[in-house]
């Protein structure tokens, strides 16, 4: 299949298992190059799944088209080299490592240290409070400051595409808001599109220009998050009004 | 950055109370701090890949094994001298490391304790059977080392401060080794893989890295182990030994590297101790005292004291934190564990 016009990412009937259970069975997914897309879907649906398979964390079928070249062996190494950044699934904090480390861990790719540092400068203007605190260690940051230093550690990658698994995980609503309207500046900033996957799909839908809806790992629905917000049979199942 | 100070002025102090210990101790003290050097670099060796890299090893007396008879193998069979034993002793250490790490990635915490526990418990009889090259029961007599004749030091201060001196360069290797990118990659490892691996950290490379240097310096303790007691026999290389290393480790303090020399020194001399406090059973009070610094310094000596340090001079603890943690409506909402 031709690459469609302006995606940086396409899949294609991305297939992927733990043992008998089948997470993904056939998903197709595309973003738009500078664009936010939103995987919405209930607890195991495969919203993890499918990041993972996108990163080559868990083995897969199926294949991936990024920024106009196909990943054959898809491995996470690879993922981080060619500019995908990936927060996992609760936030992967380094607990024991300082601030600053968990900052230069997420540079582990970059070679040249002046990008370094102009990468460090760049993330520290969105969270200037990560230069005060580069010394705590990391796992005495509360959890939304944790999920704020695993965006901030992700774009020390200067990413091209930055995944991100639920955001929202474990922490207040005010909060979440602040990450999502900071994912938001981001994008529109520095130009990184984002795939997010997210239960929370109000907050979701209200900053994502695209959106998939992923049921038993197959997409359900898709379309621009407007469209979905305003679809009774999303409203109903993952917005509950 | 930290002021480096304090550690600067500790890693002084430490030196000068090594250097001149032969000078101001009883002959026996000396002899002991043969022994504690070459644990010390071997419980180095545990915290390198256990602390920093979270792989548990229960059988690093096997590589001690390894290097001690490499040494006393080539020395007493075909003559040899030490300074090409030892690195010989660390080579072929080195690369046993490297073959079981291969295997060790297929392994991940209780599981990877047993197997390495296996090669430690394995040891004793391997090294039994093959009669002709190990002496078998018997084990292995060695000459005792000499100073070069020129040198004015005797045997013992000699081998003393060979010891020590090469206790140093190995600390400072393995301090330049984990210091900056590769040893951040080896703590992010140990602290979360799925991140680390997500941030272009290759896990095999890394992990097989740790367990190779782990075992050269394992390899070299052994060594020094085998020249202090001039022999070498199945007997000195339990699965015992294998469990010593981690207690020192663990005791010393498994997150830094003075945890290696206080590791030593308490698995050196502990057992004294509780032989003094009590004849009968030197092992209750030696399990005891294992048991009340558990309890009381969960991160070992060092952590302790550290922490005792910063006390005293008033270092200002870690700020708290922004917010208030996760609101509990909030977490029970989304924090149902999900396999996707």
Redesign the interface.
């Known amino acids: 299949m031709a690459p469609s016009e302006g995606a940086l990412l396409e899949a294609r009937d991305l297939h992927a298992r733990?043992g008998e259970?089948e997470?993904i069975r056939g998903v197709d997914l595309t973003v738009a190059r500078g664009s936010i897309v939103a995987l919405l879907g209930a607890?195991?649906?495969?919203?993890?799944?499918t990041l993972r398979a996108l990163?080559g964390?868990i083995k897969t079928t199926g294949t991936v088209v990024f920024a106009g070249r196909t990943l054959q062996r898809r491995t996470?190494?690879d993922?981080?080299?060619i500019g995908i950044?990936?927060v996992?699934?609760g936030r992967?904090?380094?607990?024991?490592?300082s601030v600053w480390?968990n900052l230069?861990?997420?540079?582990?790719?970059v070679s040249k240290r002046a990008s370094v540092r102009a990468r460090c400068d760049r993330v520290i203007g969105y969270f200037p409070?990560l230069a005060e605190?580069k010394?705590?260690?990391a796992g005495?940051?509360?959890?939304?400051?944790q999920q704020m230093l695993?965006i901030a550690?992700?774009l020390m990658?200067e990413p091209q595409l930055l995944l991100l698994d639920?955001p929202?995980?474990?922490?207040?609503?005010k909060?979440v808001r602040d990450i999502f309207a900071l994912l938001r500046t981001i994008n529109q900033q520095d130009g990184v599109s984002i795939l997010v996957a997210e239960?929370?799909a109000t907050v979701a839908l209200a900053v994502a220009d695209h959106a998939y809806v992923l049921e038993t790992g197959r997409v359900a629905v898709s379309g621009p998050s407007s469209e979905l917000a305003g679809n009774d049979r999303v409203r109903r199942s993952y917005l509950g009004y | 950055m930290?002021s480096n100070g304090p550690r600067l002025a500790a890693i002084a102090l430490a030196i000068v109370v090594i250097a001149v210990l032969p000078a101001i101790a009883p002959s026996f003290i000396v002899f002991d701090f043969i022994f504690v050097a070459a644990y010390a670099i071997a419980i180095l060796g545990l915290i390198v890949l256990t602390g920093m890299n979270g792989q548990i090893s229960l059988g690093h007396g096997a590589f001690m094994a390894l290097g001690g008879y490499v040494a006393a193998v080539l020395a007493h069979n075909a003559g040899w001298p030490y300074w090409i034993g030892v690195p010989l002793a660390a080579v072929a250490s080195g690369a046993f490391g490297i073959l079981i790490g291969l295997i060790a990635l297929r392994l991940a915490g209780v599981y990877l304790a047993l197997a390495t526990f296996s090669l430690a418990v394995a040891t004793p009889s391997f090294l039994k059977h093959f009669k002709s090259v190990t002496g078998g029961f018997g084990g292995l007599s060695l000459d005792t080392v000499k100073a070069p004749g020129w040198f004015p030091l005797d045997a013992q201060n000699w081998l003393y401060y060979v010891a020590w001196a090469v206790t140093g360069v190995v600390f400072l290797l393995s301090a330049l080794l984990v210091q900056g990118?590769f040893g951040?990659?080896l703590?992010?490892l140990r602290?979360?893989p799925?991140?680390?691996?997500?941030?272009?950290?290759?896990p095999y490379y890394y992990k097989t890295l740790a367990f190779g240097w782990s075992a050269v310096l394992a390899g070299i303790g052994g060594a020094f182990l085998a020249m202090a007691t001039a022999y070498v026999s199945p007997d000195t290389f339990t699965f015992a030994l294998s469990i010593t290393l981690l207690i020192g480790a663990v005791l010393g303090g498994i997150?830094t590297f003075w945890g290696a020399l206080v590791g030593a020194i308490v698995v050196e001399f502990l057992p004294f101790v509780a032989q003094k406090i009590n004849a009968g059973a030197p092992g209750v009070v030696y399990g005891v005292a294992l048991i009340l610094m558990m309890l009381f310094v969960p991160d070992g000596i060092v952590g302790g004291l550290q922490r005792l340090v910063r006390g005293l001079i008033g270092q200002p603890q870690?700020?708290p934190?922004?917010?208030?943690?996760?609101?509990p409506a909030?977490?029970i909402a989304?924090?149902?564990p999900?396999?996707?």
């Open positions: 733990y259970i997470a607890n195991g649906a495969g919203k993890t799944s990163t964390t996470p190494e993922a981080a080299r950044g990936h996992p699934e992967g904090t380094l607990s024991s490592l480390e230069m861990l997420g540079a582990y790719c409070w605190r010394h705590q260690p005495t940051l509360s959890g939304g400051e695993a550690r992700a990658l639920e929202s995980l474990g922490l207040g609503p909060i239960q929370n | 930290r990118k951040r990659a703590r992010a602290d979360n799925i991140a680390a691996v997500s941030f272009g950290v290759n997150l870690l700020q934190a922004l917010e208030p943690t996760v609101p909030a977490s989304v924090d149902q999900s396999r996707e």
